[in-house]
């Protein structure tokens, strides 16, 4: 079996685009680590109104329980749950045994993903009609996930061929 630092290399680039999948996984990992600050700052923000806090809820968000108030809650989740799901995917999709093209079509589905759902729930929790540009990026994370679940089932099948190989 390769090792990890030696399955992604400058070769998976198109000839000048610049975009190994190396390169491609850090910048997962760095909308990754700013969805995680962002669902921080969120929070802290929408503190401010909760549970009695110093400021009043906005009256476009509404009580606890209406839509805008709750796309606005799933938007801060999603910024931390989205996060930790491109993080696990930059740290193990150069290890599955996928075409360089998959590896990139992941990679660059969940960057999507994590940018654009959590901005749209924000959004919808204001306008509603919004809530319809969920979609999208609601798809594109979930064949960046299956694309690496194909890949994990691959390894793990090709793992035993191996072992019968090794006998």
């Known amino acids: 079996m390769r090792r990890m630092d030696t399955l992604c290399t400058d070769i998976d680039a198109r000839p000048g685009d610049g975009w190994t999948t190396r390169r491609l996984a850090a910048l997962n990992r760095s909308i990754a680590l700013t969805s995680l600050a962002l669902g921080a700052l969120s ?21 606890y329980g209406d839509l805008p108030r709750r796309l606005l809650r799933l938007g801060h989740i999603a910024f931390f749950g989205l996060a930790f799901l491109n993080l696990i995917l930059a740290r193990q999709i150069p290890g599955l045994p ?20 959590p901005a749209a729930l924000i959004a ?44």
Do not use: H, Q
């Not at 075409?99 to 654009?116: D, T």
């Not at 960046?144 to 679940?149: F, Q, V």
């Open 98 to 117: 996928l075409g360089v093209k998959a590896m990139r079509g992941a990679l660059g589905c969940m960057n999507f993903g994590n940018v654009a759902l």
């Open 43 to 63: 929070g802290m923000l929408i503190g401010l109104w909760s549970f009695g806090g110093p400021v009043p809820v906005p009256d476009a968000i509404g009580d």
């Open 124 to 167: 919808a929790a204001f306008w509603e009609p919004l809530k319809y540009l969920t979609a999208p990026p609601a798809f594109a994370v979930t064949l960046a996930l299956c694309i690496a679940a194909w890949g994990g089932w691959a390894g793990y099948l090709k793992t035993g061929d191996d072992e019968e190989a090794d006998r």
